[in-house]
């Protein structure tokens, strides 16, 4: 790791967030202005036409959450994981990824941008990558 160690390190538990889903995970953290934690979930969705994604944005709080920088290994042990509060949810053709915040807005908020891949997993014939905007009234 280039002699760079953790400062602080947390349990993370994913949701499934269909029946149906495959492949779910964290794409992306984001820390906004305010200090808080965005984080980007995903899911595959296997359907009778193609694939889709089930793509979600969460709240992450650490506050009392157990630091899991000094546990050797996490099967078995006992700690607290970050607290998750879902504020948007949407089942889309194509596998976001990736977030970035713009610059603050005049009227105050941010455009929370997501961007897809582009390519096999796209869910979209030709390829291309998809941008996805969403606001943010409260980052600070």
Do not use: C
Not at 30 to 52: I, N, W
Request: charged share 20%; net charge negative.
């Amino acid at each position: 790791m280039n002699g760079h160690v953790p400062f602080e390190q947390f349990g993370y538990p994913t949701e499934a967030l269909s029946e149906t889903g495959l492949l779910i995970g964290v794409a992306e953290l984001l820390q906004l202005p305010s200090g808080q934690l965005l984080a980007l979930e995903r899911e595959l969705v296997p359907g009778a036409d193609g694939l889709s994604f089930n793509i979600a944005l969460f709240e992450i709080t650490t506050g009392s959450a157990t630091d899991i920088s000094g546990f050797p290994d996490l099967n078995g042990a006992t700690f607290s994981p970050v607290e998750k509060k879902r504020l948007w949810h949407d089942t889309l053709p194509a596998n976001f990824e990736s977030m970035a915040l713009s610059p603050e807005l005049a009227d105050g908020s941010f455009s929370l941008i997501l961007l897809s891949e582009g390519g096999r997993f796209s869910g979209d014939s030709d390829g291309n990558a998809q941008i996805k905007v969403l606001k943010v009234s409260s980052a600070r």
